[in-house]
């Protein structure tokens, strides 16, 4: 188990930093970055940290400090250097940037609460075909409508602790079964997206003791936890096995708020005149009276 992730008052972002620049170097070649690798046998996956200071134009010396895990006074310069030489994407330089230069959340411990608008709220009633919900830190679900309960589940029965995605995902078997078709996938965003909010709040007390819990209850999010892949939520597709009305095909995108980035809009539609839509219609139907919304 990652010892970090059970830490009651936050996580260790020293070696959130150290492990995760580790992983991000084992997982590149030298034939990946037009070196030349002499040998069959290396002692160490991926690059060697002689290899990567080379290519990112720092000091050896330089470099092993920061992958141990002491970021301070790094510039935000040699940061795009590094996150150039690994071959980082847009959300892994964000994550990098997080861990080694924590200045905006450092003299805070923990996160602000998160409140949902009543106006949002309001927004998300209208929405009476259209599956939706609101998001926040930690896969925290703050608000969300009739179809979103038709199509994922009664979420105002839980406990208000308890409506949160990757607890529902990795310890609910109803909600396994429902994205049965895309499970590898569905964990992997989840824990990537938990990844990234640690970046931002290592001293979160909450976040900390859902990544403990997790890591305790379900073998899949400790491998993919210590994996230490990040990304952002987006958009595309879902499959989902409904208890109901069987396969959906759903698109989903996801629309950050204005007035707080860490919430974020997520709906979900069909094709028009496809099953799937049909289906949502049925779903619609059954559902008129069902409640909606923070409870």
Not at 116 to 133: F, G, S
Request: charged share 30%.
């Amino acid at each position: 188990m990652d010892v970090n992730a059970a830490r009651p008052e936050g996580l260790d972002r020293r070696a959130e930093l150290s492990e995760f620049l580790r992983t991000r170097r084992a997982r590149l070649q030298p034939q990946d970055v037009g070196l030349t690798g002499y040998g069959r046998h290396r002692r160490v996956p991926g690059l060697r940290r002689e290899e990567l200071a080379q290519l990112a134009g720092v000091s050896v010396a330089y470099y092993t400090r920061l992958e141990q895990g002491n970021g301070r006074n790094v510039s935000a310069e040699v940061l795009d250097s590094i996150a150039r030489a690994l071959r980082l994407s847009n959300a892994e330089h964000a994550h990098l940037t997080h861990l080694a230069k924590p200045t905006a959340h450092k003299k805070k411990r923990g996160a602000p609460t998160q409140a949902l608008r009543p106006a949002l709220q309001d927004l998300l009633d209208a929405m009476e075909t259209v599956p939706a919900y609101v998001g926040g830190r930690r896969s925290d679900i703050l608000g969300w409508n009739r179809m979103a309960t038709a199509v994922f589940g009664d979420w105002g029965a839980l406990p208000r602790e308890q409506r949160n995605w990757a607890r529902l995902v990795f310890l609910d078997p109803a909600v396994r079964e429902l994205f049965a078709d895309t499970w590898d996938k569905k964990t992997s965003d989840m824990v990537s997206f938990l990844r990234m909010d640690a970046g931002r709040y290592p001293n979160d007390p909450r976040l900390s003791a859902l990544v403990g819990e997790l890591s305790v209850k379900s073998e899949t999010f400790r491998k993919l936890w210590a994996a230490h892949d990040v990304r952002e939520k987006g958009h595309g597709v879902k499959r989902l096995r409904h208890p109901l009305v069987g396969e959906l095909t759903l698109s989903y995108e996801t629309m950050r708020l204005d007035d707080d980035a860490e919430q974020h809009l997520v709906t979900y539609h069909a094709e028009p005149g496809s099953p799937s839509a049909e289906a949502l219609r049925l779903l619609a139907s059954w559902n008129a009276e069902s409640p909606a919304g923070v409870r």
